[in-house]
């Protein structure tokens, strides 16, 4: 067997399909591959996306709590403030008013107490008195006891 | 052929040769026999295959894959799914036993897109009398798959069976008998077309895809003839060789559909019989 133009021509059909391969079926199968490719890489990139992302929510969520956990301190701090500033001026308040209160009984027992006395100081100068008549009636001897009931008289 | 190789070649010969095998041993009787070329075209095939599919898995990356990689993940996508939707029982050999079928037989298939005088030629001019290139096309490496997938077929059927039940089935199937005296009636025949089935497979797979690559191969032998012998001052030359370009042409073109189909056949009738094989009757 020799070279000639069967073999060269058996070249040429060949590289005519291999330009028809190359022209029409590779760049299909190229295409496959590199929309193929490109869906990997977009996907890995998403989840890597994603995975950044819920770091930082975590993060952020974290963040939050903890925020949420110092300004509910706070609040209860004020709370509690504000809770004894209540009682203390409740407490004030029940003293002073008890002290006003306080007062206002001694006065009124003092009054009470004087008024009684002044009652007491005429029913016992007229109690005074009618001892004094019903001596007088059985002793009628009004001179001789009068010094003395004046004396008792001036002394009420 | 090769002593006269410098004579003015006669069509008959020309085909002749190129159907002929390189053999040796042949002192030892026909069936001793080694079509050398198709054993070496289909172990460097083999090679070619192992290497490249060990060399992009040992590389395969989860992240972005390489052009390569995508290409070797779209074809084992592909059998997986053919593997899935007809394999239903579990095996952890078909999905690497039909991705080895359909690469390898598609490499020995394209072998026969190599233009049919290139390498011949070339063996020629380097002392060797016969090549035939394509593997596929010689009986030997087609039976020889077809053989391996036989006993694979049994040896599956056997460990998802058990014993009993996979030589039972020999006796009791395709036709279900009722009642013991109908079970032995049907037995024999039962086993009759157990065993032509059986026997059926391979040849089948074997011949279709001998056949198919043998007539491609012969047609491009033939398209090559058209031209055989002539000179570029003779006019036959200048008419038949714009002829040869064209049908040798569409032929190829054609030839990819046939090669990658009967790569295909063979790897899905595969599964289809071990399936089969696994499945109970």
């Known amino acids: 067997m020799s070279l000639n133009i069967t073999l060269v021509i058996q070249g040429l059909a060949f590289f005519a399909v291999v330009w028809l391969v190359m022209k029409f079926g590779w760049p299909h199968i190229i295409a496959a591959i590199e929309e193929r490719q490109k869906k990997i890489a977009e996907g890995l990139a998403a989840a890597d996306r994603a995975k950044a992302e819920l770091a930082a929510a975590d993060n952020k969520a974290a963040e939050e709590v903890k925020s949420a956990r110092v300004k509910a301190a706070e609040i209860l701090d004020k709370a509690h403030q504000q809770a004894n500033q209540a009682i203390e001026k409740a407490k004030g308040d029940a003293i002073t008013e008890g002290n006003r209160q306080l007062a206002a009984a001694r006065a009124e027992i003092e009054s009470l107490s004087h008024r009684a006395k002044e009652e007491l100081r005429k029913q016992v100068s007229l109690l005074a008195v009618a001892g004094a008549e019903k001596i007088l009636k059985r002793e009628i001897d009004a001179n001789a006891h009068k010094a003395l009931l004046d004396q008792l008289a001036s002394e009420i | 052929m090769s002593a006269e190789q410098h004579a003015p070649e006669s069509m008959t010969g020309y085909i002749k040769h190129h159907l002929a095998h390189l053999q040796v041993n042949q002192d030892a009787g026909i069936f001793w026999t080694v079509h050398l070329d198709s054993v070496l075209f289909k ?3 083999a090679l070619l295959f192992v290497f490249f599919f060990l060399r992009l898995s040992r590389r395969a990356t989860s992240g972005v ?3 390569l990689q995508c290409a070797l993940e779209m074809v084992v996508e592909f059998v997986d799914g053919v593997v899935k939707e007809t394999f239903h029982g579990h095996s952890k050999l078909i999905g690497p036993l039909a991705i080895s079928i ?3 037989v598609f490499l020995m298939n394209f072998m026969d897109m190599i233009p049919v005088d290139w390498l011949p030629w070339a063996a020629q001019h380097a002392g060797v009398p016969y090549l035939r290139v394509v593997p596929t096309a010689d009986p030997n490496t087609t039976f020889g798959m077809a053989i391996t997938v036989f006993l694979l077929i049994q040896w599956v059927g056997l460990t998802h069976k058990g014993v009993g039940k996979f030589f039972g089935e020999f006796l009791t199937a395709p036709f279900h008998a009722e009642g013991g005296l109908m ?3 049907m037995a024999p025949f039962n086993l009759l077309l157990r065993l032509i089935e ?5 040849l089948s797979l074997a011949l279709r ?3 198919n690559m043998y007539a491609g191969e012969l047609i491009f032998i033939l398209i090559a003839v058209m031209t055989l012998g002539a000179g570029l001052n003779e006019l036959m030359t200048w008419i038949m060789g714009p002829v040869q370009f064209v049908s040798g042409f569409i032929w190829t073109v054609f ?3 046939v090669i990658t189909l009967q790569a295909f056949i063979f790897m899905m009738l595969t599964i289809v019989y071990l ?3 696994a499945e109970h009757h």
């Open chain 2, 198 to 202: 059986e026997a059926v497979r391979p």
């Open chain 2, 209 to 211: 895809l001998f056949g």
């Open chain 2, 183 to 185: 079970k032995v009636a």
């Open chain 2, 275 to 277: 399936s089969m094989a």
């Open chain 2, 102 to 104: 359909f690469g390898l």
């Open chain 2, 65 to 67: 894959p390489g052009k």
């Open chain 2, 255 to 257: 030839h990819i559909l």
């Open chain 2, 43 to 45: 172990l460097a095939l």
